[in-house]
């Protein structure tokens, strides 16, 4: 195989490789947006495209099929909370379901993607778009926000994370949950 069929290889691969390792674990429909947002636990925002040391966090106040009201928490020292609502919907050119959140950061509306989930580590890989550019972020229940046996248990999660950011050119932080 000669250089340039090396080079194309290596280039489809950056676009395939995500279909891959996402697609033979779960088709993520809006029932498992519902389940993902329905827990009393902080839910983490571990990883991030903003330089923050500290992990915000949502906790939810309200959720039924279309609505979801939470209170998102800047672990700042001193925390800053705020409450936001969401419409919950599904995408389907996307064929993702989404949260559409009202008044972001900045008074706009932010539809973040839910384009993986697993219940077994209660995480899942979030998309949203911003500023001409597609970012991603794991979210993550406190429950499992936590390194056993020196390894994050949420690897799965973070192993899909990193495959969809392997197409970008930003670079991300990751973060701690602690003043």
């Known amino acids: 195989m000669n250089v340039v069929a090396v080079g194309v290889l290596a280039a489809l691969s950056l676009f395939v490789l995500p ?3 996402v ?3 779960h ?10 947002l329905n827990t009393s636990s902080k839910i983490y925002i571990f990883t991030l495209n903003e330089n923050l040391l500290n992990c915000p966090y949502y906790v939810k106040e309200f959720l039924n099929k279309t609505n979801y009201v ?3 928490t800047s672990e700042a020292c001193p925390p800053n909370t705020t409450t936001f609502s969401a419409d919950l ?9 989404y949260m559409d959140i009202h008044s972001w950061k900045g008074g706009k509306n932010v539809k973040k993607h839910l384009r993986y989930y697993n219940p077994m580590e209660n995480c ?5 778009f911003e500023n001409g550019t597609t970012h991603y972020e794991v979210h993550v229940w406190d429950i499992k926000f936590l390194i056993l ?7 799965t999660c973070l192993t899909v994370y990193r495959s969809y950011i392997a197409q970008l050119t930003q670079l991300t932080m990751e973060c701690g949950h602690h003043c």
Do not use: H
Not at 124 to 128: E, M, Q, T
Not at 149 to 155: E, P
């Open 124 to 128: 899942g890989v979030f998309s949203y």
């Open 27 to 36: 088709n993520v429909v809006f029932n498992d947006l519902l389940m993902f």
């Open 70 to 72: 939470f209170n998102y």
């Open 19 to 21: 279909q891959l390792i």
């Open 149 to 155: 046996n020196g390894k994050k248990v949420f690897d």
């Open 89 to 97: 919907r599904n995408d389907t050119e996307l064929g993702a379901p």
């Open 23 to 25: 697609c033979p674990f």
